[in-house]
């Protein structure tokens, strides 16, 4: 096994994790599921201030909302769903060879 080593995450990285994970949120509460922006930089293990630009970004896509004033953020209805029928699509579509 190897010792994790302190690395900056690139930018695809940081996309992913995050979709993921309000994903997951979204899956688990639905609308009422926004998390704290500060907190996800946290457990994303990157800087507030990446955070912040990811998320802005993301929100311009119209992949994210952002709540500014209670520093939240979620995924809109249509990401929700276009994430989650692309994630069921492939794993229903057989191993490509």
């Known amino acids: ?15 992913f994790s995050l979709l993921k994970t309000l994903m997951v ?10 998390l704290n922006v500060g907190e996800l ?3 994303l293990r990157t800087t507030d201030a990446r955070m912040a630009g ?3 970004y993301l929100a311009g896509e119209g992949l994210v909302v952002l709540d500014v004033g209670a520093g939240t953020v979620r ?3 249509s990401a929700a769903r276009n994430l989650l ?13």
Do not use: F, H, I, K
Request: glycine residues 10%; aromatic residues 6%.
């Open 85 to 97: 029928y692309r994630v069921g699509s492939c794993a229903a579509e057989p191993p490509r060879q």
């Open 1 to 15: 096994m190897m010792p994790e080593v302190n690395r900056v995450r690139s930018g695809s990285e940081l996309v």
């Open 25 to 34: 949120g979204y899956q688990l509460w639905g609308t009422d599921s926004a």
């Open 75 to 77: 995924l809109t209805e």
């Open 41 to 43: 930089a946290g457990c």
């Open 54 to 56: 990811l998320v802005v």
